[in-house]
């Protein structure tokens, strides 16, 4: 998205009910600052995550897609971020090797308790997306609001 | 070979041990041998054909064959027996109503590459020994039969028939004949370099589908690309990005299953390196979660239905192989 002249990413961020989005919401409360860009979009586990859910992302428009879910051994439903752990790394390992910039995609553990770390999380990967410039290898045409 | 078999066949369906045998026929060429159901041992000697072109996997046809009532009789190559274990292993074939014979292999033969080695208005291939006589229009040519195999059985991962019934010919050993190569050299690249190669092989990609009808991984019975209302069937592929999502996910759904039977790139039209996307996952799954063969034993849990509290992050990916990866 151009946003007078200077170019503004889509971050989409997959953020789990039991501990991310409430670290969101707590980092919100904080008075604690995160850009604009991020969308979030709460799911009920990290591992309701269907890497065809990171593609459409994409596809829709998103510049960077980062997962959000419970630390590992924290799983509100006890093992489902383990399997989101072993997924995302073979998604991102097969994205990076189709040529697409690796730094797209991201997966951090942010409890509820840690709405700074939320904060910061966002303003980095919003930052290190900006750099990339928009996504042009993963982009559907057809959906292209530019 | 294919003599033993056909008598195989016959004596099989004459002993009532079964009622169908399950084989190849001569298709629209005599390199393009397609799967058939034999009924009789007459229909078996008229048309059972074995050779060099039997690459065709038949372990995908039992999920249907076995449900149809009677006992049926499959003829399955070592790499075959790992599909049809992986089926087994997701109780998608009835074993009690198959006889598995297993055959061993000494390498299917890819046409394009006998076309390649200048062979013109080929006509028949026979094997002599370590050779292929081709008969063609202009006289008889000679080639080495290891230039003619199929990419799959140049890098062969295993002589080893992990399920049958009858052995034809003798039990074989798994190898390491380097099937990882091709991927280390992609993973090599810069990521432009990469993105080039994909985008140049994927933008061929016509959406026959053939790679999903061919994979006994991909064996849903009802499949999202069948639907007409379901937006996702686009005969030709509409822009970079549908070819893109089709082939990571069509690997993703795989991924932990796929044997590495190598049919895919076998029938890509449009020769499309399938294989590569699929070798890439089992690769990093090697890698990342310890060695894991899909289809070489019945009580291992494939490593994505599974976890261990000590995995590597996602980020692993990002510091892989330096500033190249």
């Known amino acids: 998205m151009q946003v007078n002249g200077e170019f503004q990413p889509t971050i ?16 919100g409360t904080n008075r604690l600052q995160y850009p604009a860009n991020v969308k979030i979009i709460r799911i009920p586990c990290s591992c309701r995550l269907n890497p065809l859910f990171i593609l459409r992302a994409f596809q829709r428009g998103a510049d960077g ?26 998604l991102f ?54 | 070979m294919q003599q033993g078999l056909k008598e195989k066949a016959i004596q099989l369906l004459k002993d009532g041990t079964v009622d169908r045998v399950l084989g190849w026929k001569t298709g629209e060429f005599f390199y393009d041998l397609t799967p058939a159901v034999f009924r009789t041992p007459e229909e078996v000697e008229k048309d059972f054909v074995f050779s060099v072109f039997s690459g065709a996997n038949l372990s995908k046809y039992l999920i249907a064959e076995s449900r149809k009532g009677g006992k049926v009789a499959a003829f399955l190559k070592p790499c075959d027996t790992y599909s049809f274990q992986q089926l087994l292993k997701e109780h998608r074939i009835l074993r009690e109503n198959v006889y598995v014979v297993g055959v061993q ?38 080639i080495a ?5 199929l990419e799959r059985c140049t890098v062969c ?5 992990v399920v049958f019934d009858e052995l034809i010919g003798e039990q074989g050993e798994e190898q390491d004949a380097g099937r990882f190569a ?47 209302d379901s937006g996702a069937r686009n005969k030709a592929a509409a822009d970079s990005f549908e070819e893109n999502m089709f082939h990571i996910i069509r690997a993703f759904h795989v991924a932990a299953r796929c044997t590495d039977c190598g049919e895919c790139s076998r029938v890509c039209p449009q020769h499309i390196p399938l294989h590569l996307l699929n070798r890439k996952f089992i690769k990093d799954i090697d890698e990342l979660y310890g060695e894991y063969q899909a289809g070489a034993d019945m009580d291992t849990k494939p490593p994505l239905m599974d976890f261990d509290k000590g995995d590597c992050e996602p980020s692993v990916v990002y510091k892989r192989g330096g500033e190249k990866a």
């Not at chain 1, 700074?116 to 292209?144: H, I, Y």
């Not at chain 2, 991962?157 to 028939?161: I, R």
Request: with cysteine.
């Open chain 1, 12 to 27: 989409v961020a997959f953020c789990c009910n039991w501990c991310s989005y409430a670290g969101a919401d707590l980092s």
């Open chain 1, 65 to 90: 897609v980062i997962l959000c879910g419970c630390h590992p051994g924290d799983c509100h439903y006890t093992t489902g971020n383990y399997y989101a752990r072993r997924r995302m790394t073979l």
């Open chain 1, 93 to 146: 390992s097969m994205l990076d090797y189709l040529g697409i910039e690796k730094e797209r995609t991201r997966v951090e553990w942010v409890s509820a308790a840690e709405g700074g770390k939320f904060a910061a999380t966002m303003n980095e990967f919003v930052q290190t997306v900006t750099k990339l410039g928009p996504n042009r290898r993963l982009e559907d045409l057809r959906c292209s609001k530019d």
């Open chain 2, 105 to 142: 292999c000494d390498g299917t033969c890819d046409i394009e590459k006998i076309k390649a080695a200048g062979c013109e208005g080929v006509t028949a291939v026979r094997e002599e020994g370590e050779s292929l006589v081709a008969e063609t229009l202009y006289g008889e040519k000679t």
């Open chain 2, 145 to 149: 039969k290891k230039d003619a195999l």
């Open chain 2, 157 to 161: 991962k295993s002589h080893k028939l």
């Open chain 2, 182 to 228: 091709e991927v280390e050299k992609l993973e090599k690249m810069t990521p432009e370099e990469r993105y080039g190669f994909w985008r140049g092989e994927l933008s061929r990609c016509i959406r026959c589908n053939a790679c999903r009808n061919v994979c006994p991984a991909c064996s849903c019975e009802k499949c999202i690309f069948d639907n007409p």
